[in-house]
């Protein structure tokens, strides 16, 4: 059975009241109160974002049958009418639906106009935030978190595979270099001039440590200090042991965090001190 011709058909333009931009396209119909505004994708975009209340439609002329009617759209919405900075239109007239040439038009859009990709990029973001803020989407980003997954023996030795070779050799971007510390500043060096800073005063490694403002006090002369003199010779003799004793089991047996272990460590604090066989 043949499909019933809508009663009908007229070429229609939505626009953008805020910022003026518009859509042109066809529609078929029997009622012509149906509420219709547009398929287009950026015109979809643009009611997203900015509300359908500030988009406004109007027929610009009626056909008499739907073939009548593409071929006008046809002569309306041409290359040069995509062109227009204020058009929404992806593709030219006369064939309806989004396809592969709209596809190929919208791709160009983005890859040569600069704005258009940085304005369509926000705007989705925001339109997407508020779909997942009303509850019409989900929000990906939590749905798959990798938080709390677990990967088989299998699915571990397969990742170390695919990935075998690629971080090694020029191909690390800490290739050849290494870090240094002193007073509270970090620096990476080349390892070729390691020896010369280490002569200097400074130290392999890298610290959260924060550089003091100068009068502050260090050692014994600091009220705050839960070491004494005997105490800190004692870390540094624990610390130069053959026994490897941790910095953790160090800091537990005097009362005090591991940063000031490593601080004593690194001649950060209690420089002063020297310990001697």
């Known amino acids: 059975m043949a499909r019933k011709q809508k009663k009908y058909h007229y070429i229609y333009k939505t626009t953008n009241n805020l910022n003026g931009k518009y859509y ?3 529609h078929s119909t029997h009622n012509l109160e149906d509420g219709y505004m547009g398929s287009g994708k ?5 009611m997203n974002y900015h509300g359908k209340d500030n988009h406004s439609v109007e027929i610009l002329e009626f056909c008499d049958s739907r073939e009548e009617l593409r071929k006008r759209e046809s002569e309306m919405v041409t290359n040069d009418l995509l062109k227009e900075d204020l058009c929404l239109n992806l593709k030219v007239g006369g064939e309806g639906g989004w396809h592969k040439y709209a596809n190929a ?13 940085v304005t369509f990029s926000k705007r989705m973001t925001e339109t997407n935030n508020k779909r997942v803020q009303s509850g019409e989407h989900k929000n990906w980003s939590h749905t798959y978190s990798w938080s709390g ?9 397969n990742i170390s595979k695919s990935k075998s070779g690629t971080y090694t050799g020029n191909n690390n971007s800490q290739y050849g270099t290494c870090w240094i510390t002193k007073c509270g500043e970090d620096k990476k060096v ?3 001039e390691l020896t010369g800073y280490l002569t200097n005063g400074w130290s392999k490694g890298r610290s959260n440590y924060i550089k003091p403002p100068s009068n502050k006090k ?11 003199e005997e105490s800190v010779l004692e870390i540094k003799k624990l610390l130069l042991s053959e026994d490897k004793i941790s910095t953790t089991n160090i800091a537990k047996r005097f009362g005090v965090s591991r940063p000031t272990i490593y601080d004593i460590k690194n001649g950060k604090t209690w420089s002063h001190l020297t310990f001697l066989n």
């Open 42 to 46: 950026r015109l979809w975009s643009s």
């Open 24 to 26: 042109i396209g066809m």
């Open 218 to 228: 260090f050692g014994a002369s600091n009220g705050n200090s839960k070491l004494d």
């Open 190 to 192: 080349n390892v070729l």
């Open 149 to 157: 997954k677990t990967f088989t023996d299998e699915h571990k030795s």
């Open 105 to 117: 038009a919208f791709r160009r859009k983005m890859e040569t106009d600069e704005s258009f990709r």
